[in-house]
């Protein structure tokens, strides 16, 4: 496999990916027993890095994961892989995707703590954001919602972001397969959730709606920022439980995450959203994203 580029730290080491192993013994590969969060780069820069520590910390809590490290530790040796990546030769102007994956840690098969022989391990790979294209934003995004439901807060609780994503993965396999780009997930109840790595809005009469968090979903970071970039633009925001029917006759449909940051949605179950664009609100929400992102990180 020729390298693009990408960097791993290892628990510290930073090293070429063909260098960076893991033992089969590792509880991420044996139960999906780990955590992770995803930032990108604006120049440089991950936008509101601390914000993704609090939550994985709050992620370990939900899952009795005891960090070997400090928030504080993961923060330094993320920027400082962001910095070794773009050091290499021709990588000084590129953005980029990191994640950390902790791991509970490795040793003897079976599920109790007396079986582990290390402390908790950590990965940050670093890829060029060019490895994660979003289609261009006028061309929206088609979504399907999927038959599977979204995982119960009493079972997998989506409010921790675990390393395990079979659920939204197949999820996504079935929308893709019908010819989608992603899926969308209803709680047991019949509620919009969530997409399979994203957060969801839809716009009606120019009022912003998104699910609450106790209905099961991801506490998102650019979730957040949304909610109060409504209030800052003086654009009603609501956090309510909603069906289906209310996304495929709202005016306006779009989704967020660190990746995708502000995006519409065009096309639902094959039905258009809207007149088929991307609306004002989702627009005037992007762009104030955008302003926002430059703002915090000082990019003239
Ligand atoms: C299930 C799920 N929901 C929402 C999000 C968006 O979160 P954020 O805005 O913090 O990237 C993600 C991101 O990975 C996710 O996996």
Do not use: W
Not at 44 to 67: T, W
Not at 86 to 96: H, S, T
Not at 117 to 127: G, K, Q, R, S, V
Not at 221 to 236: F, H, K, M
């Amino acid at each position: 496999m020729k390298n693009r580029g990408t960097l791993i730290n290892l628990n510290g080491e930073i090293l070429d990916p063909a260098d960076a192993k893991v033992s089969v013994f590792d509880r991420s590969f044996l139960y999906g027993d780990s955590l992770y969060e995803v930032v990108r780069t604006y120049r440089g820069k991950p936008f509101r890095l601390k914000e993704h520590l609090v939550r994985m910390e709050k992620s370990a809590k939900l899952c009795q994961m005891r960090f070997s490290q400090t928030s504080a530790e993961y923060e330094r040796e993320i920027l400082r892989s962001i910095e070794a990546y773009r050091a290499q030769p021709g990588k000084q102007d590129e953005d980029v995707y990191a994640r950390i994956v902790v791991s509970r840690g490795s040793g003897k098969i079976g599920f109790g703590l007396g079986n582990l022989e290390t402390p908790t391990l950590y990965a940050i790979i670093i890829e060029p954001i060019s490895m994660f294209p979003n289609k261009p934003f006028e061309k929206g995004t088609q979504l399907q919602i999927s038959e599977r439901i979204r995982n119960h807060p009493r079972a997998l609780d989506p409010a921790m972001k675990s390393g395990n994503y079979l659920n939204s993965l197949l999820a996504y396999l079935t929308a893709a397969e019908a010819g989608y780009d992603d899926a969308l997930m209803v709680d047991q109840q019949g509620f919009m959730t969530e997409g399979t790595t994203f957060n969801l809005f839809y716009v009606n009469r120019g009022i912003v709606a998104t699910a609450p968090l106790d209905v099961g979903i991801l506490d998102g970071v650019t979730r957040r920022a949304i909610l109060n970039l409504c209030i800052e633009q003086g654009l009603p925001c609501r956090e309510v439980r909603f069906p289906k029917e209310y996304l495929y006759e709202a005016d306006e449909v779009f989704v967020s995450s660190s990746l995708k940051e502000v995006f519409p949605v065009l096309a639902l179950d094959g039905k258009r959203i809207g007149n088929g664009k991307a609306g004002p609100v989702t627009r005037k929400l992007r762009d104030a994203f955008d302003d926002l992102v430059r703002r915090e990180l000082s990019l003239a």
